[in-house]
């Protein structure tokens, strides 16, 4: 069977004469040679047997180094695709870089053979497991647009004379990249020229959109240059193929492992039904800069996954890790039912998590994504390339479950849902999310975000049951929960909310929407914002508690329209200043619009230290609100696991120890506080 190693553990006739046994299971091993050649084999072999009984295929465990994807396609047996324990079984898209010779200043280089990176610069650089930190400038932080200049597909920049006088002098064979942050995207693109004289950056491109062009006042960071490697462990690639790297203290740059990636997809799953796959981790993808630059769109939406499952039903990914990626972690894309992914971890991630759905509608909704699974999962730092990808997103698909995850350190959304602005057709509805735990999302670098999103005709989606916290860009358009344009039907109920720089809850305008029964606290600047009154039925926000200090209690147009039904609320300040809304106090608020509400100290036990349980319940009598345990948000299971579900994530291979323990200290990606609690106010809470 050529290269291909198998063994069958229970004896029957020879493959010749392809013979049925009531099960079997092959190996996969490392001196079998290359993994995706030795899949490959194995399933034309499989596809020969007579029947559809269950298979199992053991990878041993080990490292398996690819060059090409792993595809998995048009397979007529159910799969059990089974890794070592304990996550042994490490499947990489990256090969191993070795000629390094002295450069200069401390520095060392190594060329790039060109059939690795197919002439692209390599957008990543691991040096023994641990990410190295790409050359930047600023070495924090961004600098801002202070004029946008235009002339066809060129564009320019103007910086403070500061700002640009602090850019390194870039040589002709380097290749620097601009990365600019517009409002809730990023692009990155070549930079052309630098004038320091006129104060100006230049770089090509296809144009930007208008609703989010580029303006004065976006962010901007310069990318892969000599010049600025000025720490240990920065590296950076010039356009002739060669990689610059500055050695950690007590590094030897002979005896390290440098590895690049070269792979964009490690597994693709086409056509084909009844896959399990447990056990194994996935790591190092690439995603390259074409020559006209990289231009995301909202929630990395269109990005490339590390795995992509097309036209498949009953697909599930168990006890797995996405880690040290460049893109999206799993996306069930296209057609894709009842299919999950279970108690996986995923880590320093490129893009986000999970995708589910395109955003391409198709008229026939059988060839909707549906029914799609995604529990007790974490997901920690993600969005460290594509900075505008979002921890779980759902674009066009229904009836799916996002429950039981962790998701915290991103720069952009924790989870979003839905693809259709305004009123119009919608496939995405009667999808659930609950019980997750959400935290620290935002960094200052993009905004108009939030812990769950939501968007367009969604009748019959529930959200509750989740913990939103620490929800902060520094800027202004973040919140804990935003319905925005057209959402509709959708019920918000049971969700504890704090620590959001705009506020808990936000809709731009939806209809038919209920908020009852939340706990929405500490609000920077308002607490409740309702900006406009286009829809058909109005907002019902009922029986909920709100705990303020700071910022008003609600804003927007719509606050005061009919189109806002307001009733059995609990309302409480902390400040000396009795609340307002807008001119209003709270007091003449209550008379007006709900007399049915209260202004009183709602009894809980140590809100000011994030500890909402209730010392008594006479306030919940009195407004009808049903008390639930939001300490069953999160992800279940040993004492390790949820452990690990509160430690920030490091680019580590296998470093926890067996309490969960993070037991390294490593470089992390981008420019991400690696410990991320300065991001927010409070750590992820410990339950």
Same mark, same amino acid.
């Given at each position: 069977m050529n290269r291909v190693c198998f063994f069958l553990l229970l004896s029957f006739v020879s493959f010749?004469?392809?013979?049925?046994?009531?099960?079997?299971?092959?190996?996969?091993?490392?001196?079998?040679?290359?993994?995706?050649?030795? &899949?490959?084999?194995?399933?034309?072999?499989?596809?020969? &047997?007579?029947?559809?009984?269950?298979?199992?295929?053991?990878?041993e465990e080990g490292y398996y180094s690819i060059t090409n994807s792993i595809v998995i396609k048009d397979c007529r047996h159910p799969i059990e695709l089974l890794g070592g324990e304990k996550k042994s079984t490490i499947i990489s898209g990256s090969v191993r870089i070795e000629e390094w010779v002295p450069f200069t200043n401390g520095l060392w280089k190594c060329k790039i053979p060109n059939e690795y990176v197919g002439g692209y610069l390599p957008?990543?650089?691991?040096?023994?497991?641990?990410?190295?930190?790409?050359?930047?400038?600023?070495?924090?932080?961004?600098? #801002?647009?202070?004029?946008?200049?235009?002339?066809?597909?060129? #564009?320019?920049?103007?910086?403070?004379?500061?700002?640009?006088?602090?850019?390194?002098?870039?040589?002709?064979?380097?290749?620097?990249?601009?990365?600019?942050?517009?409002?809730?995207?990023?692009?990155?693109?070549?930079?052309?020229?630098?004038?320091?004289?006129?104060?100006?950056?230049?770089?090509?491109?296809?144009?930007?959109?208008?609703?989010?062009?580029?303006?004065?006042?976006?962010?901007?960071? *310069?990318?892969?240059?000599?010049?600025? &490697?000025?720490?240990?462990?920065?590296?950076?690639?010039?356009g002739k193929g060669y990689i610059y790297y500055l050695p950690r203290e007590g590094e030897m740059v002979m005896r390290e492992e440098f590895r690049i990636p070269v792979v964009e997809k490690i597994l693709l799953i086409e056509n084909s039904n009844n896959i399990c796959i447990k056990n194994i981790v996935f790591e190092h993808t690439t995603l390259h800069i074409p020559d006209l630059g990289l231009d995301d769109i909202q929630a990395g939406s269109i990005s490339s996954a590390a795995v992509e499952v097309d036209n498949a039903d009953n697909i599930s990914f168990e006890d797995c890790e996405f880690r040290n990626i460049s893109n999206y972690g799993l996306w069930f894309r296209y057609r894709c039912t009842y299919s999950s992914v279970k108690r996986t971890f995923f880590h320093n991630l490129g893009g986000g998590g999970v995708k589910i759905g395109s955003i391409y509608k198709s008229s026939d909704l059988k060839q909707l994504t549906r029914h799609i699974l995604v529990e007790n999962n974490i997901i920690h730092n993600y969005g460290q390339f594509l900075e505008g990808s979002v921890g779980i997103g759902l674009f066009n698909a229904s009836n799916c479950k996002i429950i039981h995850n962790d998701i915290h350190y991103g720069n952009y959304t924790g989870i979003s849902l839905g693809w259709v602005w305004g009123y119009g057709d919608s496939p995405s509805k009667k999808n659930e999310v609950a019980f997750n735990r959400i935290s620290h999302v935002g960094d200052g670098r993009l905004y108009d975000l939030a812990g769950i999103y939501t968007l367009g005709r969604s009748e019959g989606t529930i959200v509750h049951h989740n913990v939103v916290s620490d929800i902060s860009s520094g800027n202004q358009k973040e919140w804990g929960l935003y319905a925005d344009e057209g959402t509709t039907g959708v019920l918000f109920e049971k969700n504890l909310v704090y620590n959001c720089t705009s506020g808990p809850f936000f809709q731009n305008y939806g209809s038919d929407n209920k908020v009852t029964n939340n706990i929405f606290a500490w609000g920077r600047d308002y607490q409740i914002s309702y900006s406009s009154d286009k829809g058909e039925k109005p907002l019902i926000f009922s029986n909920n508690i709100i705990i303020m200090k700071t910022g008003d209690l609600m804003y927007g147009y719509a606050i005061n329209t009919n189109m806002f039904y307001v009733r059995d609320n609990?309302?409480?300040? &902390?400040?000396?200043?009795?609340?307002?809304?807008?001119?209003?106090?709270?007091?003449?608020?209550?008379?007006?619009?709900?007399?049915?509400? *209260?202004?009183?100290?709602?009894?809980?036990?140590?809100?000011?230290?994030?500890?909402?349980?209730?010392?008594?319940?006479?306030v919940c009598k009195k407004i009808g609100f049903k008390k639930f345990n939001y300490k069953k948000a999160g992800v279940y299971g040993n004492r390790k696991w949820k452990k690990m579900a509160l430690n920030p994530s490091r680019a580590i291979i296998g470093n926890y120890d067996k309490e969960g323990n993070v037991t390294e200290n490593t470089a992390c990606f981008g420019t991400r506080n690696c410990d991320g609690l300065s991001i927010g106010a409070t750590e992820i809470q410990k339950w």
């Open positions: 010749q004469n392809y013979t049925v046994a009531s099960t079997r299971e092959f190996r996969i091993t490392q001196n079998g040679g290359s993994i995706d050649k030795q &899949i490959s084999q194995l399933l034309n072999v499989i596809n020969g &047997i007579p029947g559809s009984e269950p298979i199992t295929i053991k990878v957008d990543q650089l691991f040096v023994n497991g641990k990410r190295a930190q790409r050359s930047r400038t600023p070495n924090t932080g961004v600098y #801002y647009v202070n004029e946008v200049l235009q002339k066809e597909s060129i #564009y320019g920049i103007k910086l403070k004379k500061e700002e640009i006088e602090s850019i390194p002098f870039i040589t002709k064979n380097e290749k620097p990249i601009i990365t600019l942050f517009r409002k809730w995207t990023s692009s990155k693109r070549y930079l052309s020229g630098v004038s320091v004289l006129d104060r100006t950056l230049t770089f090509g491109g296809k144009r930007f959109p208008s609703e989010n062009n580029l303006v004065e006042g976006n962010g901007v960071i *310069i990318e892969n240059t000599i010049g600025a &490697i000025d720490s240990p462990g920065e590296w950076c690639a010039d609990c309302y409480w300040s &902390i400040s000396s200043v009795f609340p307002k809304v807008g001119d209003i106090e709270i007091f003449k608020w209550i008379e007006q619009r709900e007399s049915t509400s *209260i202004f009183e100290d709602p009894n809980f036990r140590d809100p000011v230290n994030y500890d909402f349980r209730f010392k008594k319940s006479s």
